[in-house]
């Protein structure tokens, strides 16, 4: 190759003679057909690369991101260049690959008479081209395919709204530059362009880059109220426990025919059906005074969703007094519902669980 086999002195610096070498688009005609196919190949294994790591943010498989050494050393060595910059001068001649490619195709387009490819069609006809590459991946080709489109579609919109931005004298080569290096910028497919920032899908929190977003964790989604067991028909309370109790549960429905307590059922306690000729108040007696249970004595008020033993003698013909709380949409202690001393209703589950781990642990 021409330019590798002159003398170091016709450069003016090293800087001047690393741009000159490491440039695709200043080399001949000759060197540039000798290079194509092993440069391609490593162009598309590298976007590749990317696309997974993209993916998968723990990269437990090392994928690499940038090309290595070995395969800088491979290109310099076809050139027949010696340097001890290999990973600089090979990084470099690979980028400077990517751009002649993009330069070219819009050239050609421009001599058939249409429109010229902008970056983002480029990048997206080599992300469908490395598709083919040989990659360890976990997700279905369903699932990279609809990622890869949202991606494209996010990128197109980052396009735009970065050229949008631009004065209408800028010239074509700078709105090229621009689109290039946005659309670089963009390599998860959660990015909001309008905000110009990564928005995660559970929780729509907004971040200023994607290290952000892959490091952070969403606040809980565990819905409050009672869910009912599918295989053993007992209750539990909120979303994210209903959930782990179903995938654990290997527990079979009651095979007796009488009603049930509902107190029993939100205990999760799996005999929670009476027996067919059985009264709830035998069932109520079967327990000591000392276990957490209502009494025979006991009714539920519908008002402060409290238990009180109408019988008492200082309760015998007077009115239950309490005040009205609101029970939709709370997390319920039923055990100190029992409790007339003690609050049971709790706006937040962490309330809730602070509560569990003082008195119930």
């Known amino acids: 190759m021409e330019i590798f086999t002159r003398q170091l002195s016709i450069f003016n610096s090293d ?22 196919d092993l440069l391609k190949k490593l162009d598309l294994w590298m976007r590749q690369n990317v696309k997974w790591n993209t993916k998968h943010p723990n990269n437990t498989d090392n994928v690499p991101s940038l090309l290595p050494l070995n395969a800088c050393v491979h290109i310099l060595t076809k050139l027949g260049v010696s340097t001890h910059l290999q990973l600089n001068y090979g990084r470099r001649i690979l980028v400077t690959f990517r751009a002649w490619k993009i ?14 490819a902008t970056p983002i069609v480029e990048l997206e006809q080599e992300q469908e081209a490395a598709s083919s590459e040989t990659i360890p991946t976990t997700d279905t ?9 949202a991606l494209q579609k996010k990128r197109k919109e980052a396009v735009a709204l970065a050229l949008g931005s631009m004065r209408s004298t800028s010239s074509a080569a700078a709105k090229k530059a621009k689109a290039t290096t946005t659309s670089r910028s963009i390599r998860h497919s959660s990015y909001d362009a309008a905000t110009d920032k990564y928005v995660c899908v559970s929780c729509k929190r907004a971040f200023v880059n994607q290290n952000s977003l892959n490091g ?8 409050v109220g009672f869910y009912v067991c599918p295989k053993c028909d007992t209750y539990s309370q909120g979303s994210e426990t209903a959930a782990a109790h179903a995938e654990e549960c290997e527990r079979s429905r009651s095979r007796k025919k009488g009603i049930a307590c509902d107190f029993c059922r939100k205990s999760n306690v799996l005999d929670f059906k009476l027996g067919k000729n059985e009264t709830m108040s035998q069932h109520c007696d079967s327990f000591s005074k000392e276990s957490s249970h209502p009494s025979s004595n006991d009714t539920l008020c519908t008002n402060c969703n409290k238990y009180y033993d109408h019988h008492k003698r200082h309760d015998h013909h007077k009115q239950h007094k309490c005040k009205k709380k609101i029970v939709e949409g709370k997390w319920i202690c039923i055990y100190c519902q029992l409790n007339s001393q003690r609050n049971h209703i709790f706006d937040t589950n962490k309330k809730f669980q602070n509560h569990n781990t003082m008195y119930h642990s």
């Open 15 to 36: 800087s001047d003679r690393r741009k000159r070498v490491t440039d695709f688009r200043d080399w001949s005609k000759r060197t540039q057909d000798r290079m194509f």
């Open 103 to 116: 330069e070219e195709r819009a050239r050609q387009e421009m001599a058939r008479g249409d429109t010229p």
């Open 141 to 149: 080709g369903g699932d990279q395919a609809v990622q890869r489109k």
């Open 216 to 223: 952070h964790t969403c606040p809980s989604t565990n819905e």
